[in-house]
């Protein structure tokens, strides 16, 4: 007599950092849970309070008396999205793992075109974002700008305009955690690792509520941060300035010399000097300001500190509250 082998049902899990989103909280869990319900899928929604100053995490937990699939971890301080978005990917118990921000940016509609592309043996898929009105003109320009010198100088290419909002896999989450660095960059960190990937194109949406966290001095600090982590080019060109500046230092004190051999004539020139000496102690400073980049990254990695701790999963708790009751049971 044949056994028929009954399969689980593979499971979703959303992954979303959350920092001051209180006001988006209830909006966001409402229309994603509408998108999960209508799939196939079972599902869970991992909540990530990183630190929030505002009831991000009184919300949270409150919305998970509602909806049972919400699951929420509040970390110990603020750690940062990158950290935030891995403690996700490191708890996370699907066979699906579906990063999303709470601002509705991203449309959680796209979850079925996602879910079509890996039912259709893709391990990743990205969302790009086909229109980026909702971006104020500094800020489109910017982007563009780094994604053409980033994927001018890495050895791994970031797709253009692709954020974190994707479906991977059980086995790109376990490629992921593979790598150790403390200093995470996300988007490079899951090119980086590659596997069979489709793109799903969309518009991108203003936020629903709040606002964003992200200033121009934190996007330029996440811009250095992905190129030194997946380039050294800064060091290199710093190199080729070095020699081209040598090479004009060797060509005009050469004229220099001849000149005053065959015409006798000296070249004085203070303020010439100056400039010179100036112009070659500014390049110095930039030199070493980008050798500084390096070696602080290279100082934080080796103190080996966790990328995030967690002060409270209710996961956790309620596996531990399960236990005790079977103990008292046994007893």
Same mark, same amino acid.
């Given at each position: 007599?044949?056994?028929?082998?009954?399969?689980?049902?593979?499971?979703?899990?959303?992954?979303?950092?959350?920092?001051?989103?209180?006001?988006?909280?209830?909006?966001?869990?409402?229309?994603?849970?509408?998108?999960?319900?209508?799939?196939?899928?079972?599902?869970?929604?991992?909540?990530?309070?990183?630190?929030?100053?505002?009831?991000?995490?009184?919300?949270?937990?409150?919305?998970?008396?509602?909806?049972?699939?919400?699951?929420?971890?509040?970390?110990?301080?603020?750690?940062?999205?990158?950290?935030?978005?891995?403690?996700?990917?490191?708890?996370?118990?699907?066979?699906?793992?579906?990063?999303?921000?709470?601002?509705?940016?991203?449309?959680?509609?796209?979850?079925?075109?996602?879910?079509?592309?890996?039912?259709?043996?893709?391990?990743?898929?990205?969302?790009?974002?086909?229109?980026?009105?909702?971006?104020?003109?500094?800020?489109?320009?910017?982007?563009? #700008?780094?994604?053409?010198?980033?994927?001018?100088? $890495?050895?791994?290419? &970031?797709?253009?305009? *692709? /954020?974190? %909002?994707?479906?991977?896999?059980?086995?790109?989450?376990?490629?992921?955690?593979?790598?150790?660095?403390?200093?995470?960059?996300?988007?490079?960190?899951?090119?980086?690792?590659?596997?069979?990937?489709?793109?799903?194109?969309?518009?991108?949406?203003?936020?629903?509520?709040?606002?964003?966290?992200?200033?121009?001095?934190?996007?330029?600090?996440?811009? #250095?941060?992905?190129?030194?982590?997946?380039?050294? $080019?800064?060091?290199? &060109?710093?190199?080729? *300035? /070095?020699? %081209?500046?040598?090479?004009?230092?060797?060509?005009?004190?050469?004229?220099?010399?001849?000149?005053?051999?065959?015409?006798?004539?000296?070249?004085?020139?203070?303020?010439?000097?100056?400039?010179?000496?100036?112009?070659?102690?500014?390049?110095?400073?930039?030199?070493?300001?980008?050798?500084?980049?390096?070696?602080?990254?290279?100082?934080?990695?080796?103190?080996?500190?966790?990328?995030?701790?967690?002060?409270?999963?209710?996961?956790?708790?309620?596996?531990?509250?399960?236990?005790?009751?079977?103990?008292?049971?046994?007893?």
């Amino acid at each position: 007599m044949l056994v028929e082998q009954v399969h689980p049902k593979p499971t979703i899990s959303i992954v979303c950092p959350c920092y001051n989103e209180q006001e988006v909280l209830s909006v966001f869990i409402s229309r994603i849970t509408d998108v999960l319900d209508s799939t196939k899928y079972d599902y869970e929604i991992l909540l990530i309070n990183d630190g929030s100053r505002d009831n991000t995490l009184t919300t949270m937990k409150q919305l998970q008396q509602e909806y049972s699939p919400i699951r929420t971890v509040n970390l110990s301080r603020n750690f940062g999205k990158e950290a935030a978005m891995t403690a996700g990917l490191d708890l996370a118990l699907g066979d699906v793992i579906i990063p999303i921000d709470a601002d509705l940016q991203d449309p959680p509609e796209l979850i079925h075109d996602f879910l079509r592309e890996w039912e259709n043996g893709y391990d990743v898929v990205v969302a790009k974002r086909t229109d980026r009105s909702s971006d104020s003109w500094a800020k489109k320009l910017t982007a563009e #700008l780094f994604y053409k010198f980033h994927n001018a100088v $890495a050895q791994v290419e &970031i797709p253009e305009n *692709v /954020g974190d %909002f994707r479906l991977i896999n059980r086995r790109v989450v376990d490629a992921i955690q593979l790598l150790p660095e403390n200093q995470r960059f996300m988007k490079g960190i899951f090119s980086w690792v590659g596997f069979k990937t489709a793109v799903v194109e969309y518009k991108r949406e203003a936020r629903k509520a709040g606002e964003t966290s992200f200033n121009g001095w934190k996007l330029w600090n996440f811009a #250095l941060d992905g190129i030194t982590s997946f380039s050294t $080019a800064p060091l290199r &060109i710093w190199l080729y *300035v /070095g020699g %081209f500046i040598s090479a004009l230092s060797f060509i005009y004190g050469s004229a220099t010399i001849i000149k005053t051999l065959i015409y006798g004539i000296d070249s004085p020139g203070y303020a010439s000097l100056i400039t010179v000496i100036l112009f070659l102690g500014g390049v110095q400073l930039i030199g070493i300001g980008v050798m500084g980049e390096y070696i602080g990254r290279l100082y934080m990695e080796s103190k080996r500190r966790p990328t995030y701790i967690i002060e409270e999963d209710s996961y956790r708790v309620t596996q531990t509250d399960t236990s005790s009751s079977d103990e008292s049971a046994h007893s």
